[in-house]
């Protein structure tokens, strides 16, 4: 049957086929298998409120195309649907109105989740008619706009041509916008190496031996001035990368289906919030936390925030602590940014204060259709607690609140009397002494010599290396642990290693004499 929609003007055809002509071919075992258009549980999802409305297909394509030393030059697909009641805007440059599209590469390893990788964006250009999301198409009659239910695919190769990509801080994610005056574009022309601007990926990143049980993620998020609900732009798949360091990898996205949402969403076990939950005059973060149990009393807190299309960017992050905290093994990692000389890669300020805790920069913000993490271990138990970020970019607000998993309490106080931070305390222990000397009844409680226990025997006390010295049933005990009788008053010897009182409190006057009822009581010749 014969076509008989719309097609892209002749020029802008040629203009796709000549860029993908003269692009070097992606590297054997690439990815090619063509899945299914957009499901249908997802096609429900994406109704939204009037305008345009930006939602991802099937991603299909994941290709490198360059490497320069340990860092390779990537790329994938681009199908971008418009499920929206209006048709899209997709005018080309100098013309603002037209979509952006970013390239991301995550791994799940170890219970993090890291960004390792990210690309310039790409600006689009002349609009097919095309139903990759299976919503069914209305066309537009020309490549200005792209038509109601109707998609445009960008190849990979396509994607990857470095003359079509710019700088993610010339675009502002919240309002789409964009001005060709002074930009990449009207400023920078000359060749290019083998991954500039392209999605850029470190060899370590990917390595087999260095990230053994590691998962993987591509992501791709598309901006544009009048889409009308950013957060179902972007979306992820997940990826099985193969390969050695120094050659050419292999990224297969053939194995599963797409999924919408952030690839933060891909990180199993987190809890999300997103911040703020409102947005006013400018976008949203979504931050994640992880918090497992060490098992000694400590807690290890993992956190990934990503920046999803707020423009002023974060500059800070802030968590409260409990008074007298411990915090240890601290950290933080970010993405490498390329190309983007207004900005370092310089790891983000700690600052401990014994209140708080909190990472900081002066020069390396959090942008837009990016993650960073922050990690450390705390003696004090999990809870629900506030999460503070800082603003990069002068305004109002100048900092954002939210609710997050963090160090809320100081650890728990078992029945056993000794203070742990673990979740599963120990039975209580029969009377003996505690590490601190402190003699433990068999009620658990810490009690000063000679002040009755609860449960059972008067308390007794303890030496400095902390072994029992005297029982309540006035047995001598020189080993800690060792079981006491259940009766009787105290027992002493005097210089001449004399005994001078029995179990039942008469006094004796020679070692070895008759006491009356309970057996004597005696000293021997050391007078233990």
Known sequence: MTDTRPQKPVIATAAVIVLAAIMPAPASGQSRHVKNPISADRAADVEGPGGADIVIGELNAFSQFGRSGDIVGCALDSPVCNAGPDPLDWFGNPDPRHPFMIFNMYRGMGGRFEQIGQSWVKHGFASAQANACGLGCTPWPDSTRTGVGCSDTYSVGLNAMQTGLGPRSEINPWTGS????????????????????????????????????????????????????????????????????????????????????????????????VIPQQPMADGRCILSAVVTDNGDGTWHYEYALYNHDMDRKVASLSLPLPSGTTVTNTGFHAVASHDEPEYSNDAWALQLDGTSIAWSTTDNPLRWGTLYNFRFDADAEPGDVSVTLGMFEAGTPTALAGTTVGPAGPPPVCDDGEVTGSEHCEPPSVNGCGPDCLWLCGDGIAHPPEEPCDDTGESADCDADCTPVECGDAVLNLTAGETCDDGGESSTCDDDCTAVACGDGNVNESAGEACDPPDNLHCDASCE
């Open 178 to 273: 964009f001005t060709y005056a002074g930009s990449h574009f009207a400023t920078q022309g000359g060749s290019h190496d083998a991954i500039q601007h392209r999605l850029q990926i470190h060899d370590a990143d990917l390595d087999p031996a260095l990230n053994v049980g590691a998962s993987y993620f591509c992501e791709l998020y598309v901006v544009a001035h009048d889409d009308t609900d950013h957060m179902n732009s972007v979306a992820w798949e997940p990826v099985v990368v193969s390969g050695q360091p120094g050659g050419t990898w292999t990224l297969d996205i053939s194995g599963a289906n797409t999924q919408s949402g952030a690839a933060i969403e891909a990180w199993t076990g987190a809890t999300s919030t």
